[in-house]
C-alpha cells in the first residue's frame, strides 16, 4: 500500500463516501478494509465511478488468520445500509487466499487482464 500508485486509496481520508474497517491487536494495526469512489484522473478505466472500489491490507506477520474476513464481513454490513449495492476490486490472480476470501464475500470475476483480475459483488 506505501506504492506511490496505491496512495489514491488512503490520500486525504476520509473523503465523502469513504468506509471502513481497521483491525487492531494489543492496540496496533495489523489490518484494513476500506472503500472508496474515484472520479477524474484517479478513476481506472475499467471502474465505474458510481461503485466505489475496495482496498484491504493485512500485516504480513498477522496473514491467514481470519482477520480479512473480519474487516470484511462489517465493512460490507456498512455498505448495504448506506445504500451502497456494487463494490468492485482488483487483485493477483496469484493471490489464492484473497480470492477465496472474496469469493465467500460473494465477489465474482468480470475480467481478467495477464495476472489481474476484477471483480465486482452485488449487495442485497
Not at 13 to 24: F, H, L
Not at 73 to 86: F, S, V, Y
Amino acid at each position: 500500500m506505501n506504492e506511490a500508485r496505491n496512495s489514491k486509496f488512503w490520500a486525504d481520508w476520509p473523503r465523502r463516501g469513504d468506509m471502513g474497517w481497521i483491525a487492531e491487536r494489543q492496540s496496533s494495526p495489523i489490518g484494513a478494509a476500506w472503500i472508496r469512489y474515484f472520479s477524474g484522473p484517479d478513476l481506472s478505466p475499467i471502474y465505474d465511478p458510481e461503485v466505489p472500489v475496495l482496498a484491504i491490507g493485512i500485516d504480513k506477520d498477522h496473514r491467514g488468520q481470519g482477520i480479512g474476513g473480519l474487516l470484511m464481513d462489517p465493512l460490507l454490513a456498512d455498505a448495504r445500509e448506506a445504500g451502497i449495492t456494487k463494490i468492485a476490486l482488483t487483485t493477483g490472480l496469484f493471490n489464492e487466499p484473497a480470492l477465496r476470501l472474496y469469493r465467500r464475500c460473494g465477489f465474482v470475476e468480470v475480467l481478467r487482464r495477464e495476472d489481474s483480475v476484477m471483480m465486482k459483488v452485488t449487495l442485497l
